[in-house]
């Protein structure tokens, strides 16, 4: 049932003592429109391609001389994004490292945003400071579990996360980058923003760094990934990790990805050498299943190269009065309580829980690769690292990467498959990266046979 007008109401305030009150009723609306809408989906992502959802808005006025009302708005407008959004929920959408987020973190995301703490200052966010002092302490000892003063502060992903730790290298007089060809694209962008030279390129082999090829100097910084995006590949961090100490570089891993195999006891070993990282890249709406944004940089020593000084925050004389700085935790001013939502799903689910739906979807992927390897029409890049497989139909043709792009062109404008891309050894691969820890096998043979099937209509 739609909502009913209330364009003669006034807008309600969500702090309060009575704002649980409005907004609980306002939710209600948008959770019946999200709940009936799903409903009518029949695949996760909108049929029609950028046109069709587009024309979806035709007509919408943004900016109405009178308002609509509050329900009548939130109804039309949650009701336009659940039809028009990719359903990270759905097996069949696999294209990036976007998973659907656990219903704990959702709600507890919806507390930071009613409470509306800014994490700039102490006065803004008296308890949400000291939850994320103790979250951040918490995740640097799961990085550095050997350090006496490990440091972590919250990013906004793993982007931000890998700006901070060449920014620390930089302060600490590392000016020049070594990273191999399958770092992320943010390592090449932060150099860009930090005045550095453009990144050294090292070989890399099987979509994984060569460490026998760094050749290190003290004022380098040297990145090396556990978890590349387009194979899920993880650099040899130890050996890298003795190069750099050998060389008195600094070491910066960005395991935005691959870092969550941590909370697992069978998978953590995957990541052996992490040790030597200097800074570490962590982001928990990847592997965490958490609304975006929760991004974390963990450092082996406090980070103190944030500080700055802002006489309306961070007054010199109430630090020293005890008023807790929190301007040197972020290049951010304000900044969203994300701690919150992180903090209540480690609590909720502990380390146990949060790693058995990691070494669920690494099983996954291996079981998965075995049903491309036993099919006849597909063929499959290498065994899976942590979630992610690649796959392409087989063929024969000169122009067969044309024919594996138009097969994702083709199920992305029917709606029935988000699948992505990579071009890993000079061929485009069809990328499955699985995040959905509900998720089993039987939900994708049905998949890979639609992707041999769509290659086969398409053949000429």
């Known amino acids: 049932m739609r909502a009913s007008p209330d364009a003669s109401d006034e807008p309600r305030l969500s702090a309060g003592t009575a704002g649980a009150d409005r907004v609980r009723a306002l939710v209600t609306v948008a959770l019946d429109a999200m709940s009936e ?53 759905h097996p069949w959408c696999a294209a990036h490292l976007h998973g659907p987020t656990l219903a ?7 507390v930071g945003s009613v409470l509306n703490p800014s994490m700039d200052s102490w006065d803004q966010a008296p308890v949400a400071s000291e939850l994320e002092r103790e979250l951040t302490a918490t995740l640097a000892r799961l990085c550095f579990p050997a350090q006496e003063r490990p440091d972590a502060v919250i990013t906004s992903g793993g982007t931000e996360s890998n700006l901070l730790g060449l920014l620390l290298a930089r302060e600490h007089g590392r000016t020049r980058l070594v990273c191999g060809g399958n770092a992320h694209h943010s390592v090449a962008r932060a150099a860009w923003l930090l005045g550095l030279p453009a990144p050294r390129l090292v070989d890399t082999d099987a979509g994984r760094l060569r460490a026998d090829g760094l050749d290190l100097a003290a004022d380098e910084v040297v ?28 070491l910066h891993v960005d395991a935005a990805y691959g870092g969550a195999a941590l909370f697992s006891d069978r998978l953590a070993p995957r990541l052996a ?17 958490q609304p975006i944004a929760a991004g974390i940089l963990a450092t082996r020593a406090p980070c103190t190269a944030l500080h700055v000084r ?19 935790r972020s290049i951010r001013t304000s900044r969203r309580p994300d701690c919150l939502k992180i903090a209540v799903t480690l609590r909720a689910l502990g380390r146990q829980g949060i790693a058995g739906l990691v070494e669920h979807c690494c099983t996954l992927a291996g079981q998965v690769a075995r049903e491309v390897e036993r099919h006849p029409g597909l063929e499959l890049w290498g065994e899976p690292t942590l979630s992610t497989v690649l796959v392409r139909p087989v063929s024969h043709d000169a122009d067969a990467d ?6 994702r062109r083709r199920l992305l404008d029917d709606g029935t498959a988000v699948l992505g891309r990579a071009t890993v050894d000079g061929r485009v691969w069809l990328k499955l990266t699985l995040l959905n820890p509900r998720a089993t096998l039987v939900d994708y043979r049905g998949l890979l046979d639609l992707v041999d099937a769509t290659a086969r209509t398409l053949a000429p």
């Open 37 to 89: 809408t799903a409903a009518t989906r029949t695949g996760p992502i909108p049929a029609g391609g950028p046109a069709a959802v587009a024309a979806a808005l035709d007509g919408l006025d943004l900016l109405p001389p009178q308002g609509v009302g509050e329900a009548v708005a939130l109804d039309e407008l949650t009701r336009l994004l659940t039809a028009g959004s990719v359903d990270p929920a």
């Open 104 to 110: 704990v973190a959702a709600a507890a995301d919806l």
């Open 223 to 250: 990145v090396a990934t556990a978890g590349t995006t387009d194979t899920g590949a993880i650099d040899p961090l130890a050996e890298v990790g003795v190069a750099a100490r050998q060389a008195g570089a600094w």
């Open 273 to 289: 050498g992490l040790e030597h990282a200097d800074s570490v890249a962590l982001d928990l709406h990847k592997f965490g299943w």
């Open 310 to 328: 802002a006489d309306y925050l961070n007054a010199g004389d109430d630090t020293e009065a005890g008023i807790p700085d929190l301007l040197g």
């Open 402 to 407: 044309a024919d594996v792009a138009a097969v």
